[in-house]
Structure formats: C-alpha cells, structure tokens
C-alpha cells in the first residue's frame, strides 16, 4: 500500500514537501508519481519518475516542484518551492509496483490516498 502524507496549509510563495511510501511485499518500484485532481477536472499529473531516475513534469510546475525517489526505502517526494494558490489541490501518489505473491512477481498500479494542499495568498 502507499501512505501519502506532507500536505497542509501554506501561504504562496513558501515550500512544502510531500512524502509516499510503499509497504508490503515490494519486489521493485517502476514508473512513479504524482497526480492532482483540481475540482471537476480529470486527475492530471504534476511529475514523474522512472525507474532509471528519467523525470517528466507539468508545464505549470517546472521549475518549482522536483520530483525524487529513495529505492533503499520504497519511498518518493516531491519538493514543491514557490506554491501558488493555483496549486491548491488533493494531491495523489501512483506507483507501478510488482510484488511477491506465491505464484510469483505480479505488477499492480497503486494509488496513495491523497494529501490536501492548501495555499492562500
């Protein structure tokens, strides 16, 4: 499962930094990353991480959020500097995770239950 966490009540122009991490029967951690839903909009990524350390982001986010990963412990951030109001949002965790089951490696999609982040201006 991924525990997401981090969130909270910022004013714009601070930092936050959000935290996932994976437990159970982890086996490897590929593609990773996070995701924002704004109100009646469809979940949309904010940025991206591969298994070789390959990062992809939101045009509205680059330059300010970097995305990281910790294999040694199955754990991924994102380090969001100048926040905007407009980044105010639920934001998600997803991890392609291949685990070990008695009938072997098996790879799931796996979402984090969401951290709120909150800037006022």
């Known amino acids: 499962q991924l525990q997401a966490s981090g969130g909270g009540l910022v004013q714009a122009g601070t930092s936050l930094r959000l935290s996932c991490a994976a437990s159970?029967?982890?086996?490897?951690?590929?593609?990773i990353g996070w995701y924002r839903q704004p109100p009646g909009k469809q979940r949309e990524l904010v940025a991206g991480?591969?298994?070789?350390?390959?990062?992809n982001y939101a045009d509205s986010v680059k330059g300010r959020f970097t995305i990281s990963r910790d294999n040694a412990k199955n754990t991924m951030y994102l380090q969001m500097n100048s926040l905007k109001p407009e980044d105010t949002v639920v934001y998600y965790c997803n991890e392609q995770i291949a685990v070990r089951t008695p009938y072997g490696r098996v790879v799931n999609d796996y979402w984090g239950q969401g951290t709120l982040v909150t800037v006022s201006s």
């Open positions: 159970g029967s982890i086996d490897t951690i590929y593609n």
């Open positions: 991480i591969t298994i070789g350390g390959s990062t």
